[in-house]
């Protein structure tokens, strides 16, 4: 080992350059608002074909080169606004992919469970799975019987060369169904049902040889049930935990021996940790937990099923291992050659000789590379994003510091190039959500956007956050106006404290809750922030419950209950559309015309309210975008009159 990580950290010296001074020229806007080149790359299980999503046209085109040559074999796109989505090698040869469309007024894909297969060289294209019941891929159109319901690839059974296995939600009168499993020929789309769930919305986990053996669901999105049954099938039996009381479980993958499963679960609301839970013996014993946050990825290899490491993110990225398999050695050899990036072992051959590698960081995007384990060679393959030189970019420190009631709040904070940072400009950056939702350390384009013009950008993962715990998530709960916001700018009053940054020269932005956020914070503390940006925010509690897709279905409305409340009065004093009269700052407001989440009428809302108080500000409004902004050249008018409302509020 030590020498592979000798002849690996000389060939890598040549990748990856280490952080150094920019140059004085500023990097174009246009390379922080064009669209990603390549993502999702795939190894297919013999190592003769590579997969790739590439974008051109801002939609996503699966691309099947040969590992050898590089040369393509075939490119898998549809027509208008459909688009390729997540796929699958589900044998040597065919791939089975995902059907998704791209709706401007979303904040992503719709997908309708639409599953298409295709060999490598683009014949036998067959429309799988799906509810239209055919579909044409190629130039010739052929059937399979309609399937009503949203249907994902649960397992792909790699070493049975014929089949896969799908679990479905079947549209039904019920909002939370029963879920299937159906065992679906992959050539001619001819299926079976080898499964339905015990209880509604369950989850399934196949053991190594592919049977169906555990399931897990609740009936009140609370108290979960695991489930279990024989290889060969039979009834579901409920598996008796006794006074085990453990929530958010998920789970991962069979041990070796078949006999246990690795989940990850929360007790008593804290962070999750990942178990290990014997079937027969009905124990969980606990593997691995971090004390403030739950893992970020349990990763297990599509092809072996094995269970090989855990991703955790409290500041930086790191890994824990549970066991000395290859795969466990060789992601750490990688990690220790690869330092300053964030290595993950992303796809692997059915032999394991061969694995597709993504390293990134908080200045490079993420390059894929080839690790062949015979040669022991590194190939690089891919760039997401060619154009941007990590040597430019600013780097990202995690943060933590107390809140005025004594929580620890973690964040992050991107640093500008060529700064002592001291006495810096701010902008502070809310995520939205705000419940589930929480912030990473990585690349991320605004943040270097700003910090390529010499502002420092502060990140937060607020109460309320995910990836904390439920207790964390729910302390957020009816606190989105007070609690939430004193975490921001208890960030900002720690970064001045600390001589970072200058109190007179900060402003506010954020999308979605962020956008909330940016206008609340801004009227909880009206001199503390030079200006507000508001990115397709609710400003209108009240009009929550009325307007938009969440107050459309039941569970979007109990949703509502559980983290606003229903006390009118104090949603109004919680919405900056009715407090506008406390607010100091101008705002500069941009928001989608097609909006379904955060519809115009919130927009509308507070730009009433800004007029009435005669008060500063500027609205930008794209009518063909949604929650979010599909087209680059959107960003980059984006991006610019961001940057020209700042230049008018602040120093930089």
């Known amino acids: 080992m030590n020498k592979f990580l000798a002849c690996l950290s000389l060939l890598l010296a040549s990748i990856f350059s280490s952080h150094t001074t920019a140059s004085n020229d500023l990097v174009p806007i246009e390379s922080f608002s064009k669209d990603i080149e390549f993502a999702g790359v795939k190894i297919s299980p013999d190592g003769k074909y590579l997969a790739v999503i590439t974008r051109p046209e801002g939609k996503n085109v699966l691309m099947v080169l040969s590992t050898d040559t590089f040369k393509v074999s075939h490119a898998i796109r549809f027509p208008n606004n459909a688009q390729v989505g997540n796929y699958y090698w589900v044998n040597n040869e065919r791939i089975v992919l995902a059907k998704e469309y791209i709706k401007g007024w979303k904040d992503h894909p719709e997908f309708h469970g639409e599953l298409f297969g295709v060999n490598a060289d683009g014949s036998r294209g067959k429309y799988l799975v799906g509810y239209q019941g055919e579909m044409q891929t190629g130039t010739r159109i052929k059937k399979a019987t309609p399937i009503l319901g949203t249907s994902y690839v649960l397992d792909p059974l790699i070493h049975d060369r014929r089949k896969m296995l799908i679990l479905t939600y079947p549209w039904s009168a019920s909002n939370e169904p029963h879920t299937i499993v159906y065992e679906v020929d992959i050539y001619s789309g001819k299926r079976k049902r080898v499964a339905r769930s015990p209880s509604r919305m369950a989850g399934f986990l196949t053991d190594h040889d592919g049977n169906v053996r555990v399931a897990v669901s609740n009936d009140d999105y609370i108290n979960q049930k695991i489930?279990?049954?024989?290889?060969?099938?039979?009834?579901?039996?409920?598996?008796?935990?006794?006074?085990?009381?453990?929530?958010?479980?998920?789970?991962?993958?069979?041990?070796?021996?078949?006999?246990?499963?690795?989940?990850?679960?929360?007790?008593?609301?804290?962070?999750?940790?990942?178990?290990k839970l014997n079937l027969e013996s009905k124990k969980f014993e606990l593997l691995h937990k971090e004390p403030q946050v739950s893992p970020k990825k349990v990763w297990v290899d599509e092809v072996s099923k094995e269970l090989f490491a855990i991703e955790n993110e409290?500041?930086?990225p790191a890994y824990s291992f549970i066991n000395n398999s290859h795969k466990s050695e060789r992601l750490k050899a990688l990690i220790q050659s690869l330092q300053g990036q964030q290595v993950q072992l992303v796809?692997?051959?059915?032999?394991?000789?061969?694995?597709?590698?993504?390293?990134?960081?908080?200045?490079?995007?993420?390059?894929?590379?080839?690790?062949?384990?015979?040669?022991?060679?590194?190939?690089?393959?891919?760039?997401?994003?060619?154009?941007?030189?990590?040597?430019?970019?600013?780097?990202?420190?995690?943060?933590?510091?107390?809140?005025?009631?004594?929580?620890?709040?973690?964040?992050?904070?991107?640093?500008?190039?060529?700064?002592?940072?001291?006495?810096?400009?701010?902008?502070?950056?809310?995520?939205?959500?705000?419940?589930?939702?929480?912030?990473?350390?990585?690349?991320?384009?605004?943040?270097?956007?700003?910090?390529?013009?010499?502002?420092?950008?502060?990140?937060?993962?607020?109460?309320?956050?995910?990836?904390?715990?439920r207790n964390f998530e729910h302390a957020g709960h009816k606190k989105w106006g007070a609690e939430i916001q004193y975490d921001i700018i208890d960030g900002v009053k720690y970064l001045i404290e600390q001589g970072t940054v200058n109190k007179d020269n900060i402003c506010i932005m954020g999308a979605s809750f962020g956008g909330y956020s940016a206008l609340q914070s801004a009227i909880l503390e009206p001199d503390m922030f030079q200006c507000a940006i508001g990115v397709v925010g609710v400003y209108d509690l009240p009009l929550m419950f009325e307007e938009g897709d969440i107050s459309e279905r039941d569970r979007g409305l109990r949703y509502l209950k559980s983290a606003l409340g229903t006390d009118e009065a104090l949603l109004k004093r919680f919405?900056?559309?009715?407090?506008?009269?406390?607010l100091k700052a101008p705002v500069l407001i941009v928001h989608g015309g097609q909006d379904e989440r955060a519809p115009i009428e919130q927009a509308e809302s507070l730009v009433a309210a800004l007029k009435k108080e005669n008060h500063p500000y500027i609205y930008e409004l794209l009518e063909d975008e949604g929650h979010g902004f599909y087209k680059a050249e959107h960003r980059t008018r984006y991006y610019k009159q961001v940057l020209n409302f700042l230049d008018e509020h602040m120093t930089f």
């Open 227 to 275: 489930y279990t049954r024989e290889k060969s099938g039979g009834e579901w039996q409920q598996l008796d935990l006794g006074e085990l009381k453990y929530t958010d479980i998920s789970l991962h993958a069979f041990d070796s021996t078949g006999a246990s499963v690795y989940v990850t679960a929360s007790e008593n609301g804290e962070a999750k940790g990942l178990y």
């Open 314 to 316: 409290l500041g930086y």
């Open 347 to 469: 796809s692997s051959t059915e032999d394991g000789e061969k694995s597709i590698i993504f390293a990134s960081s908080d200045t490079n995007p993420g390059s894929y590379y080839l690790y062949d384990a015979k040669k022991n060679s590194l190939r690089f393959l891919f760039a997401t994003k060619s154009w941007i030189k990590p040597s430019e970019m600013a780097i990202t420190k995690p943060v933590n510091y107390k809140a005025r009631d004594g929580l620890t709040i973690y964040g992050y904070l991107t640093i500008p190039n060529n700064t002592d940072e001291k006495n810096l400009p701010l902008v502070v950056m809310p995520h939205g959500g705000p419940h589930g939702p929480r912030d990473w350390w990585g690349y991320e384009s605004e943040a270097q956007l700003l910090a390529s013009r010499g502002i420092a950008v502060l990140k937060v993962n607020f109460r309320g956050s995910g990836g904390f715990g």
């Open 575 to 582: 919405s900056p559309s009715y407090n506008i009269d406390k």
